[in-house]
């Protein structure tokens, strides 16, 4: 059971995985940080597609290790509706049309622009508390899966995920074993 996320903020996609793997066992996060990446690995999500579709809206096209002489950004948009844009190819896609889709921003809806919502999609605005991001993951999920019951949750929100971030640029700290010697301690 796997869920797809297009997060281009590696803090912000570590803290998402961390919390969707404790939340919601069994199932395994794919994730893509880059407009470009998502889109390479696109015949793959067809020939499998994921349960559902985490999208942030403003994503970067590229790394900068990912960009050559050859490669073309899209010159329809910019980075600020890239999840948009990777939105409408999944919804044109005959295998992903119906997968479920949810648009994640640190905009309010009205504020990124967006009016109407396709069907089966769904937009949540980025917030401290990501239980505003898992329920509606664990509702949607456990309709459509044999999901094992909650396990609990140890940290309340990316808040306090925030503050165990270093002070300073050029501090390198590995969260994922900080955050499970928290959980243990």
Do not use: N
């Amino acid at each position: 059971m796997t869920i797809c996320l297009v997060e281009d903020d590696s803090l912000y996609s570590t803290f998402i995985i961390e919390e969707i793997e404790q939340e919601l066992p069994g199932i395994v996060v794919r994730s893509y940080a880059t407009e470009l990446e998502f889109i390479e690995d696109f015949t793959s999500l067809e020939e499998r597609p994921p349960l559902l579709f985490i999208l942030d809206i403003m994503i970067r096209w590229a790394s900068p290790e990912d960009l050559s002489p050859d490669t073309v950004a899209p010159q329809v948009e910019d980075y600020l509706h890239a999840g948009i844009r990777l939105l409408k190819r999944i919804r044109s896609s005959e295998r992903l049309a119906e997968v479920p889709v949810v648009l994640h921003s640190v905009y309010a809806r009205t504020e990124a622009g967006i009016d109407e919502l396709p069907p089966a999609t769904l937009y949540r605005q980025k917030s401290e508390d990501l239980g505003e991001l898992i329920r509606p993951l664990r509702a949607f999920l456990a309709a459509q899966t044999d999901l094992p019951k909650h396990r609990g949750h140890r940290i309340k929100d990316a808040g306090e995920a925030v503050k165990l971030a270093p002070e300073f640029m050029g501090v390198s700290v590995d969260l994922k074993k900080l955050w499970q010697a928290i959980r243990r301690g």
